[in-house]
């Protein structure tokens, strides 16, 4: 088991730019794959990006690829997603999340409001 505490969510202008940060308690953060997803008002939540144990490998939904980028400090146990030229349909709530097998594990989530 990892627990997972995302930061960095806030309110940003359209065309603005966030870092999200996920930070990861436990000695095994580097085996885990990790990814980010969001969930607006009265939709369902939806995979972002995601990078598995090492790095080397990131995949992005279509609707944020060439705007954001997923990246990790194993040595500082944490997860990072940079977003950039934002849009008011990017705002959610952002969740952090660990994988083995599947998605078992979250954190509380960070709010991300993007105003036009």
């Known amino acids: 088991q990892v627990q997972l505490v995302e930061s960095g969510g806030g309110l940003v202008q359209a065309g603005g730019s966030l870092r999200l940060s996920c930070a990861a308690s436990g000695r095994t953060f580097s085996i885990y794959s990790m990814g980010w997803f969001r969930q607006a008002p009265g939709k369902e939540r939806e995979l972002v990006a995601t990078?598995?144990?090492?790095?080397?490998?990131?995949y992005y939904a279509d609707s944020v690829k060439g705007r954001f980028t997923i990246s990790r400090d194993n040595a500082k146990n944490s997860v990072y997603l940079q977003m950039g030229s934002l849009k008011p349909e990017d705002t959610a709530v952002y969740y952090c999340?660990?994988?083995?097998?599947?998605?078992?594990?979250w954190g509380q989530g960070t709010q991300v409001t993007v105003s036009s």
């Open positions: 990078i598995n144990w090492s790095g080397g490998s990131t």
């Open positions: 999340a660990a994988r083995l097998s599947s998605w078992s594990n």
